[in-house]
C-alpha cells in the first residue's frame, strides 16, 4: 500500500504518512472488490475513506452497519424499498 496521500493520491504530499497494515488474502480480495466496483481509484483512497467513516462516525456500530448492509441486500434483490435518508437518520439517532 505504497500509494498514499490526501490530494489525489500524491505520496509527495505533507500531510500524509504512510502506513503498513497486515491483512488476510480475503480480506485484500474483499477489498479489492469493493474498491473497484465502488469506483475509487485506488485502494489507498477507498481505505482513507473508510477511515474517515469509522473516525468521523464512531456512533456507526457493527450492528447498524449490519442493518443498513442486510437492507441494501434485500433492495438489490427486489425483497425491501429504499428508505429515505431522514429515516436512516432516525435509525442512527435512536441507536446511538
Same mark, same amino acid.
Given at each position: 500500500?505504497?500509494?498514499?496521500?490526501?490530494?489525489?493520491?500524491?505520496?509527495?504530499?505533507?500531510?500524509?504518512?504512510?502506513?503498513?497494515?497486515?491483512?488476510?488474502?480475503?480480506?485484500?480480495? $474483499? /477489498?479489492? +472488490?469493493?474498491?473497484?466496483? %465502488?469506483? @475509487?481509484?485506488? *485502494?489507498?483512497?477507498?481505505?482513507?475513506?473508510?477511515? #474517515?467513516?469509522?473516525?468521523?462516525?464512531?456512533?456507526?456500530?457493527? $450492528? /447498524?452497519? +449490519?442493518?443498513?448492509?442486510? %437492507?441494501? @441486500?434485500?433492495? *438489490?434483490?427486489?425483497?425491501?424499498?429504499?428508505?429515505? #435518508?431522514?429515516?436512516?437518520?432516525?435509525?442512527?439517532?435512536?441507536?446511538?
Amino acid at each position: 500500500m505504497s500509494e498514499t496521500g490526501t490530494n489525489g493520491g500524491n505520496i509527495d504530499d505533507p500531510e500524509t504518512t504512510t502506513i503498513n497494515i497486515r491483512v488476510t488474502e480475503r480480506q485484500l480480495a $474483499e /477489498i479489492d +472488490a469493493v474498491w473497484k466496483e %465502488e469506483g @475509487y481509484t485506488s *485502494r489507498s483512497e477507498f481505505l482513507r475513506h473508510a477511515i #474517515r467513516d469509522a473516525t468521523d462516525h464512531p456512533g456507526a456500530s457493527r $450492528e /447498524i452497519l +449490519a442493518s443498513i448492509a442486510t %437492507e441494501e @441486500y434485500a433492495m *438489490r434483490n427486489g425483497e425491501s424499498e429504499a428508505v429515505s #435518508r431522514e429515516e436512516v437518520v432516525d435509525l442512527i439517532d435512536d441507536d446511538a
